[in-house]
């Protein structure tokens, strides 16, 4: 009896160790290979990116690394998991961001997991795409310069919004060395701008501004190369501007009916009109104010004189925190290239070699273009980002990449 016990006992043990040979959850290898969205023509990923894989049934998080292939090789227990990875590849002055995310991936056997990486919203929100300020020469050679035009960009993969979105140039144009400092030399906190303050009208969301595309506004909002009050050697058709800078109380700017006008915000000079952008080039910024306009403009506070002069124009201050964008224009002579923006909104400038009234335009460079969306450059220097000389191309982008 006791040997007959013994015996069953024996083979209840057998089954129970058999059983959880069964019950063991198996493992297999994941690949997971990295590649670039197309259009980016880069060096090869990172040695050294880290992938983050997490059970999602666990909670339990492994972390593999990708070699110089971007390839990360790992052995996991069956079951449903999280991948995700993040890095920055620097090449020369540009950083680009990239992630990716695969979500409850269900490895049941050896495999391999291709991740198509996504560039991160490092690239900026709203730029200065194009500027023509110019100005072009009519057939009889007389100076022109109602066909200039300033292009905004939205450089995200976001739908941004350009309600309330400010522009202005300074007072200051580059001939002289900045006035507009502190008692230590150092340039004041404060931008100040001149002639006309402008700002898109609407609401917070009555402007959408997609991926990849862009607002145009216009000096004038008319055909330059074939409207009577025009230009025909313009080379610019600003009829289908998005925004024009109306100048209601001079009396004497043209209105285009078809272009919505900006809101006057604030101006320097009531009896100026028409409002210009120096074809001699200045510093163009965009910015949104902390507060409503009206707000912003009963404050004394946000006005100065020039320093160091007698004149009793106060010219509208904003802090360069409230910066968006920002772009030095300078004349091409080397004796006339004196700063006016912060090196944190542009370490360098730009320029026109064709001088005025010439037709050219300055643009950004294009520095990927992924889907047929280009993201432009932009380094906040305006050496490197831009090109010059170039004919304006309002609403056209670049199909390649460009150096």
Known sequence: ????????????????VVNCKKDVTPSYEMQIVLAYPQGFNLAP???????????????????????????????????NYDIKSNFTVKVDTDEYTFNCIQSNYMLTKISTVSMNLVLADNTGGFILKEVYFAGSRTPDAKT???DQFHEIYNNTNDTLYADGLCLGVLQQ??????????????????????????????????????????IVIAMDGINHKGDPNGNPSSPVDMSKAEFETYV?????????????????????????????????????????????????????????????????????????KYVIDAVEIVQADPTKRNKRLHTSLDAGYTYLDGGTYCSKSIRRKAKAVISGRVIYKDTNNSSNDFLHDLTPTPWVNPTAVEN
């Open 45 to 79: 990923i990172p040695a050294g990116v880290e992938v983050k894989i997490t059970n999602t049934q666990t909670g339990r998080e492994t972390i593999a690394i990708a070699d110089a292939t971007g390839t990360a090789t790992v052995t996991l227990v069956e079951g």
């Open 144 to 146: 022109y310069y109602s």
């Open 173 to 214: 144009t580059p001939t002289n060395p900045n006035v507009w400092v502190k008692t230590d030399g150092t340039f004041m906190d404060e931008l100040p701008i001149t002639f006309h303050v402008w700002m898109v009208p609407g609401t917070g969301k009555q402007k959408p501004v997609y991926p990849g595309k862009s």
């Open 248 to 320: 209601e109380s001079g009396g004497n700017d043209l209105d285009a009916p078809a272009v919505p006008n900006l809101t006057v915000i604030y101006t320097t000079s009531t009896s100026m009109y028409d409002w210009i952008h120096s074809v001699f080039g200045a510093g163009v910024i965009i910015f949104r104010l902390p507060t409503d306009w009206q707000s912003y403009v009963a404050n004394t506070a946000n006005f100065k004189t020039v320093p160091g002069s007698t004149s009793a124009t106060k010219y509208f201050m904003i802090d360069k």
């Open 1 to 16: 009896m006791k040997k007959l016990l013994l015996v069953t006992f024996s083979l209840l043990v057998g089954l129970v």
